[in-house]
Nanobody
Framework: QVQLVESGGGSVQPGGSLGLSCAASGSIFSINGMGWYRQAPGKERESVASITSGGSIDYADSVKGRFTISRDNVNNAVNLQMNSLKPEDTAVYYC??????????????WGQGTLVTVSS
C-alpha cells in the first residue's frame, strides 16, 4: 500500500505564487514517474507537470515558464512551485506517483487533492 499526502495550496491573487508538496510513503521499492495533475470545475483532469526518475521534465504548455516541478528522491517527495498564477490556474491539484511496491507490483497512486484558487 502506497499513500500520498499533499500539502500547500490555498488562495492567492493573480500574479502571486504558491507551492505544493507531495510525500509518498508505504510499501515502496522504487519510484519511476512523479507528477501533478489538475481538474478545474466542469473540466477533465489534465497533466500539469511530470518528472521521471532520470530527471526528465515535461510541462503543459499553459504553465511553461511559470511552474517548476522538482523531486526529492531521498524523501520520496515531489514539489510544484507555481509563480505568476492566473485565474485559469484555479483547480484541484492532484499528486500522482508511479513505481513498484516492495512486492514488485506496479502501483499508480493519487493524492487526495488540494484546492488552488486564484482570484482578486
Amino acid at each position: 500500500q502506497v499513500q500520498l499526502v499533499e500539502s500547500g495550496g490555498g488562495s492567492v491573487q493573480p500574479g502571486g505564487s504558491l507551492g505544493l508538496s507531495c510525500a509518498a510513503s508505504g510499501s515502496i521499492f522504487s519510484i519511476n514517474g512523479m507528477g501533478w495533475y489538475r481538474q478545474a470545475p466542469g473540466k477533465e483532469r489534465e497533466s500539469v507537470a511530470s518528472i521521471t526518475s532520470g530527471g526528465s521534465i515535461d510541462y503543459a504548455d499553459s504553465v511553461k515558464g511559470r511552474f517548476t516541478i522538482s523531486r526529492d528522491n531521498v524523501n520520496n517527495a515531489v514539489n510544484l512551485q507555481m509563480n505568476s498564477l492566473k485565474p485559469e490556474d484555479t483547480a484541484v491539484y492532484y499528486c500522482n506517483v508511479k513505481g513498484y511496491s516492495l512486492f514488485r507490483k506496479v502501483f499508480d497512486a493519487w493524492g487526495q487533492g488540494t484546492l488552488v484558487t486564484v482570484s482578486s
